[in-house]
Nanobody, 113 residues
Framework: QVRLVESGGGLVQAGGSLRLSCAASGIIFSISTMGWYRQAPGKQRELVASIQSRGSTTYAESVKGRFTISKDNARNTLYLQMNSLKPEDTAVYYC???????WGQGTQVTVSS
């Protein structure tokens, strides 16, 4: 019953911006922590941002000040606004609820210089 569909990725130049979206079903955002993760080639998947049920947020040091996580509980949608993108941000980005084994297809973000 859980479904996670990420979208919004693409190819951008360094310094550009992207807004990722995650349409979720089977998860109640108002009572769940949600996060954005990414996996770059040759690297482990890492949590880059999370938002708790009441709206508090946390960020990985590498993206702090550049990325903003938000959600729309009514639409069961998670967002990641990414500004000042760097080539190091290139990765497949996933949304998920911490602890779930299921992962969606992700969305590719490629930042060129």
């Amino acid at each position: 019953q859980v479904r996670l569909v990420e979208s919004g990725g693409g190819l951008v130049q360094a310094g550009g911006s992207l807004r990722l979206s995650c349409a979720a079903s089977g998860i109640i955002f108002s009572i769940s922590t949600m996060g954005w993760y990414r996996q770059a080639p040759g690297k482990q998947r890492e949590l880059v941002a999370s938002i708790q049920s009441r709206g508090s947020t946390t960020y990985a040091e590498s993206v702090k000040g550049r990325f903003t996580i938000s959600k729309d509980n009514a639409r069961n949608t998670l967002y990641l606004q990414m500004n000042s993108l760097k080539p190091e941000d290139t990765a497949v980005y996933y949304c998920n609820k911490p602890g779930l084994r299921y992962w969606g297809q992700g969305t590719q973000v490629t930042v060129s210089s």
